[in-house]
């Protein structure tokens, strides 16, 4: 079955970097696009970045272009968001994301941006 599971969340300071990993696995990851959502407290979830399933083609939500990288490795079925710059408002979990015929999400992995 397909699963997706995050990895590299924490608490880090403003300005600061942190990249994130999603381990794909149960379906042919090349063959797929991927993206990464957050979902900050009290909001919506929205989408972060996603990236085509060559990797040749990104797209990036307005607030996180500049200081967010997806990019993704299809020989260790793995998609990353390195991201920087951090704000506090980047405080949210991150959610690893693919249909693959039906819509499948990670379990989420927090990050949390604070002094």
């Known amino acids: 079955q397909v699963q997706l599971v995050e990895s590299g969340g924490g608490l880090v300071q403003p300005g600061g970097s942190l990249r994130l990993s999603c381990a794909a696995s149960?379906?042919?990851?090349?063959?797929?696009?991927m993206s990464w959502y957050r979902q900050a407290p009290g909001k919506a979830r929205e989408l972060v970045a996603a990236i085509t399933s060559a990797g040749n083609s990104r797209n990036y939500a307005d607030s996180m272009k500049g200081r967010f990288t997806i990019s993704r490795d299809n020989a260790k079925n793995t998609v990353y968001l390195q991201m920087k710059s951090l704000k506090p408002e980047d405080t949210a979990v991150y959610y690893c994301?693919?249909?693959?015929?039906?819509?499948?999400w990670g379990q989420g992995t927090q990050v949390t941006v604070s002094p």
């Open positions: 994301y693919t249909v693959v015929g039906v819509a499948y």
């Open positions: 149960g379906f042919t990851f090349s063959s797929y696009a």
